[in-house]
């Protein structure tokens, strides 16, 4: 049974940095895309950053480039995403997902999801 268990998620003043865990279970991390999505309040959820079971490659949503870092520890089975200089733009309920076969980053291609962590960045 595919499990995604998010840690991590704060209240962070702007400029701050958070470190998201996602703890994996019931697959090969190798084989499978893996993202970080987030959805704000009223907001449709949209993909942060992915890496692709094919190539390794990494996405990032345009915004975030420069400041979040995924990260795929397979020894651990576990995901990370490393936020830097945090935007009040930034904040948002964070999930991770997996996905057999996606080659994107769109979240209805994924299909095993965390149950999400809350960031809020704010003064």
Not at 24 to 49: I, M, N, T
Not at 95 to 103: H, M, N, V
Request: proline share 3%; aromatic share 12%; charged share 20%.
């Amino acid at each position: 049974q595919v499990q995604l268990v998010e840690s991590g998620g704060d209240l962070v003043q702007p400029g701050g940095s958070l470190r998201l865990s996602c703890a994996a279970s019931g697959f090969r991390l190798d084989y499978w895309a893996l993202g970080w999505f987030r959805q704000a309040p009223g907001k449709e959820r949209e993909g942060v950053s992915c890496i692709s079971s094919a190539d390794d490659s990494i996405y990032y949503k345009d915004s975030v480039k420069g400041r979040f870092t995924f990260v795929r520890d397979t020894a651990k089975s576990a995901v990370y995403l490393e936020m830097n200089s945090l935007e009040a733009g930034d904040t948002a309920t964070y999930y991770c997902a997996a996905s057999p076969w996606a080659s994107d980053c769109v979240a209805g291609h994924f299909t095993a999801w965390g149950q999400g962590t809350p960031v809020t960045v704010s003064s």
